[in-house]
Structure formats: structure tokens, C-alpha cells
């Protein structure tokens, strides 16, 4: 899975870093929280610049803020892992975090109208806007299911580490690259079509993952159920069936 590839060369980046904060007062906790701040404040920038419509050149701060959050995210399991500072709890926080965050921005970009339908699909203004309401917030609930499905399956003991097509740093890199787009190519749509591609590839994540803990389920169901009729002792009341 590209997030694999993604960490492995991450981590490169990462370690020599993280392991600078090894006498710091600066805690994993406190990094995430920062991370969640930057995100803010990269989707307040995006919403600002689409609701003023103001030049497409000011999504370069966008852009920089959704970098700086997302290496942010990377750091603060990287300090929390190799400074002896990793805890439950932290990561139970990085994980309600990142929800807030995907939230934040996708919310940021709904009132920036960035998904809003092309003119080429309709010149209704109203029209274009509510789609792109709708759009977003579907791309919202399967940005949440990816992530819930997993974190569900995982208490039931199954293994879902490379299930899926997209996680969530492909989603943020994704983003960075239609807000890119939104820079080089101003008024064409191009947020509106990748998030489209992006909300499919999300909802289809999450079915994958669905599917994975089926089938996993399922077996252990299969084999539980064996073990139990192996070693209960038969009711002579019951018919066999």
C-alpha cells in the first residue's frame, strides 16, 4: 500500500528528528494538539480565499499549513516512539485528533465552495453549491468510515494493518495536490473532481476493510463454533439436525 511506501520514507526524515526531543519538554501530546492548530488554521485560510474569492496564490499558505500538519502528524508518534514517551492514552488522543483535523479542513473547503459543481454543469449558483455541500459532506462521512471500520475490526482482533486502497496520508496528499491544482489552474474545478475520485476511493476503503473483517470474522466464527461442538456434551433431548 502507497502509505507503507510513504512511512518507510517518512521515517527517514523523521527519526533524526524526533530523536532531538529526547530531553525536550516538548511532549507527543502536545505536538498532536499543535498539528490540530495548524490544520485550523489552513482550513480558515482556504475557506477565506474561496468565500472572498481572493487570488488563488493565497492557497499557497493552504498548502504550506496542510504540509506542516501532516509532518506534524508524522513527528509526534516519531518522538513519542523513539523518546520512550509512547502511552496508550497518546495514542487514543493522535487518533480523536486526526479526526478533528480531517473534519476541519474538509468543513473548510465546503465553505470555501470548492466543491461546488463546475459552470460547465450547471450555471445555477445555487444548485452548484448545494451539490457541492452534499458532495463534501459525503466525502466527510467516508473519510470517518475508513477509519472507524478499522479501528471497529481491530477490537474484534483483527488484523487490518494494509487493508485498504487509501489511508489518510494519501487522503492528505491528495487535498494538497487539488489545492495545488486549484493554484496553476483557477476557475476550471479541479477540487470538485478530485474529491469526487477521492470520496469513491474512500467509501471503497472502507467496504475493503469491511470485507477483510468478514471474512476474518467468519473463520474464527467457523472455528470457535468447532471447538465449542467438540467439547460440550450432547443434549439427548435435541434432535440432530
Not at 504540509?67 to 480523536?96: H, I, M, P, R
Amino acid at each position: 500500500m502507497v502509505s507503507n511506501k510513504i512511512r518507510h520514507i517518512s521515517n527517514k526524515i523523521i527519526i533524526p528528528i524526533a530523536k532531538r526531543f529526547e530531553n525536550s519538554k516538548i511532549t507527543p501530546n502536545i505536538i498532536t494538539m499543535f498539528g490540530l492548530l495548524v490544520m485550523a488554521l489552513a482550513a480558515i485560510v482556504t475557506a477565506i480565499v474561496g468565500t472572498l474569492r481572493l487570488n488563488e496564490l493565497f492557497l499557497i499558505i493552504s498548502l504550506l499549513l496542510l504540509g506542516l500538519s501532516g509532518f506534524l502528524d508524522l513527528l509526534d508518534g516519531g518522538v513519542a516512539k523513539f523518546t520512550g514517551q509512547k502511552t496508550t492514552f497518546g495514542g487514543v488522543l493522535d487518533s480523536v485528533i486526526d479526526r478533528y483535523a480531517d473534519g476541519i479542513f474538509i468543513i473548510g473547503l465546503i465553505a470555501g465552495n470548492y466543491f461546488a459543481l463546475p459552470a460547465h454543469l450547471t450555471t445555477d449558483i445555487t444548485i452548484a453549491t448545494n451539490w457541492g455541500i452534499i458532495l463534501g459532506f459525503i466525502g466527510l462521512v467516508g473519510a470517518y468510515m475508513t477509519s472507524y471500520v478499522r479501528s471497529r475490526a481491530e477490537i474484534e482482533q483483527v488484523e487490518m494493518a494494509g487493508i485498504g486502497l487509501i489511508e489518510r496520508a494519501e487522503r492528505i496528499a491528495v487535498l494538497a495536490v487539488g489545492l495545488l491544482l486549484e493554484i496553476i489552474l483557477p476557475g476550471v474545478g479541479t477540487m470538485f473532481y478530485i474529491f469526487v475520485v477521492l470520496t469513491v476511493l474512500m467509501h471503497f476503503t472502507a467496504f475493503q476493510r469491511v470485507w477483510h473483517a468478514y471474512k476474518e470474522l467468519k473463520k474464527a466464527d467457523g472455528q470457535n463454533n468447532m471447538g465449542e461442538t467438540g467439547t460440550q456434551p450432547v443434549d439427548e433431548r435435541e434432535s440432530p439436525r
